[in-house]
């Protein structure tokens, strides 16, 4: 794990300076954000996935890449489906058509992912460099080094999301679209609208409800899940749904800003605004749909869960400063530490991140756009 917490530690840096140097803008009152470094971070954490050639089903990927037929053949046969997304086939195609190498094209969803990510979290966080120490913690980050169909749509629907907030619905409207050509699934972004709601009205507790309800009744429920998914283009079968369930560890952690919000409620959303609201009940719908998961199977309902993912990153350091005072203090230790052991678990317990991570130097990479 030395690579990756070197990577954790420059990119916590980064946010650092970053956080300074927006003060320093902002000096005489009127709020500027520091662009530079916040590029330098993007070009960073996105190169960095770019280069790797094996990880998860990295190689799957580059599979799929070379095996792709051109633009016009796919066209042609008509052979792209719905559930294999449609978006990503045909842009694959493209970047194959126009000469890309596979280690181009895990290059390029490496950027087209991991700098709206960068830049939704840079928006939306009031403590950045927090954010980005949750990023990686949590996994959202390290998440794009694998399915690239599902990460590029998050993408895409993150900044659906800033779209909704800002009550710009056509442009909502076109990037949720896009996510759903990238990877169907990314559909469960039209709950958007109806998650700016007040946290903690009758609402969340109607919502907390339904998930506690599918979770304990999940079993008697596949052949309706089986019966949509198979209308979206998918093949799944009972299987995928059933068998061993979320990591209770994982699940729990998810959960934590939802359970922490209940206590300090009133100080967090008495005054709170549009985007807290939502982004809040967007994390909660994380913790909510991992809770299910606990009853089905992990790759599914765990990935299913990571769409909302992004929103944890946000969140949490929201709901640290605005607590404040000595529980802020108390609170912010026992995230670092806590979300410090949930990283080394995941990364060298659960998998051993440095025996399935393996990427060409970055010097390798351009000598390849030179004949060299």
């Known amino acids: 794990m030395k690579k990756l917490f070197i990577l954790t530690a420059v990119g916590v840096l980064f946010a650092f300076i970053i956080n300074r140097r927006d003060r320093q803008l902002s000096a005489d009152g009127v709020e500027r954000q520091e662009k530079l470094f916040t590029v330098i971070l993007m070009i960073v954490l996105a190169t960095y996935g770019g280069l790797r050639t094996w990880y998860n089903d990295t190689v799957t990927y580059i599979g799929i890449f070379e095996q792709m037929p051109s633009f016009r ?12 997304g449609l978006g990503f086939t045909y842009l694959t195609a493209l970047l194959k058509d126009i000469g890309f190498s596979s280690q181009d094209y895990i290059m390029f969803y490496s950027y087209i992912t991991v700098v709206p990510y960068v830049w939704f979290v840079r928006k939306y966080s009031d403590s950045f460099p927090m954010a980005v120490y949750l990023m990686f913690t949590t996994g959202f980050y390290i998440f794009s080094f694998a399915a690239i ?66 979770g304990f009744s999940l079993h008697s429920l596949i052949g309706t899940i089986l019966d949509v998914t198979i209308l979206m283009g998918a093949n799944y079968d009972a299987a995928s749904f059933v068998g061993e369930g979320v990591n209770i560890f994982r699940v729990l952690v998810c959960l ?60 949490l350091p929201w709901m640290l400063k605005k607590i404040g005072g000595k529980d802020r203090q108390i609170l912010s230790v026992l995230c670092v530490i806590g979300y410090l052991g949930f990283f080394i678990y995941g990364n060298r317990i659960q998998h051993v991140f440095d025996s399935c991570f393996k990427q060409m130097s970055l010097w390798t990479y351009i000598q390849s756009h030179f004949g060299a």
Request: glycine residues 6%; aromatic residues 18%.
């Open 149 to 214: 169909k599902q990460c590029v749509a998050t993408a895409m629907c993150l900044i659906a999301t800033s779209a909704a907030i800002e009550k710009k619905w056509k442009k909502y409207i076109v990037f949720l679209v896009l996510g759903i050509l990238f990877h169907p699934y990314s559909i469960v972004y039209l709950i958007i609208p109806l998650l700016f709601f007040r946290p903690w009205s009758i609402k969340t507790f109607i919502y907390t409800a339904i998930f506690i309800l599918l």
């Open 73 to 84: 053949e796919l066209w042609q046969s008509g052979s792209a489906t719905f559930a294999g």
């Open 256 to 315: 934590v800003p939802f359970g922490l919000s209940f206590f300090y409620k009133n100080t967090l959303f008495d005054d709170s605004d549009r985007s807290e609201n939502l982004i809040f009940n967007m994390a909660m719908v994380n913790g909510l749909i991992m809770f299910v998961g606990l009853f089905g199977t992990a790759n599914y309902f765990a990935r299913l869960a990571n769409y909302f993912l992004p929103a944890q990153c946000i969140t």
